[in-house]
């Protein structure tokens, strides 16, 4: 099942998505038992608004549950812009990865993104851990990352030609376990 809900990039658009058409991302099978028929289960809560002031906040964001008729077990689906088991987003992990792919430290990406040392190097040591399978799929995809030689310039160039939250999500289509 793919965990990820492509194309639904702003908080904003996936509020007014779950509103008008929320069978969207309703997956076509269980991933548990791959039975054919879900029913929609609720929706559980994530705060995932951290950018915005406190009175202007979109949170609690709704994340839809889904039930399999068959095993009874529950899934739900993210949209792009919400990063799975992550407390912050993809753009703001993006702009944490680039400081340090640009010869930034720990210490000068922590004081400019008010983030722990130790969030910004989990997610430096979880991308090192899993970059030669996130290459192998991403080049098998996109051609012109193959010119790349190393780690940093294949994420730069990654990076430049699109969103980590698309990258993410391509990854969470061909069946990679993305962060």
């Known amino acids: 099942m793919h965990r990820i809900v492509a194309s639904i990039v702003t908080l904003q ?4 998505t779950l509103a008008s058409s929320p069978a969207i991302y309703c997956p076509t099978s269980c991933p548990h038992c791959a039975f054919g028929k879900l029913w929609s289960h609720g929706c559980y809560e994530r705060k995932a608004d951290r950018q915005s002031p406190a009175s202007e906040s979109l949170n609690p964001v709704l994340i839809p549950r889904f039930i399999c008729l068959g095993c009874r077990q529950t899934c739900s689906r993210l949209p792009e812009c919400i990063a799975p088991r992550r407390w912050y987003g993809w753009a703001f992990q993006q702009m944490g990865l680039l400081m340090l792919l640009t010869d930034g430290s720990l210490r000068k990406g922590s004081r400019r993104f008010s983030l722990d040392r ?11 851990e899993r970059h030669h399978k996130f290459q192998w799929f991403l080049r098998a995809r996109f051609p012109e990352l193959g010119r790349s030689v190393d780690f940093a310039d294949f994420w730069r160039h990654c990076l430049q030609a699109m969103p980590l939250s698309q990258a993410m999500a391509w990854l969470d289509h061909e069946g990679v376990v993305v962060p």
């Open 118 to 128: 130790r969030t910004l190097r989990r997610w430096w040591t979880e991308l090192k």
């Open 13 to 16: 658009q996936h509020i007014v």
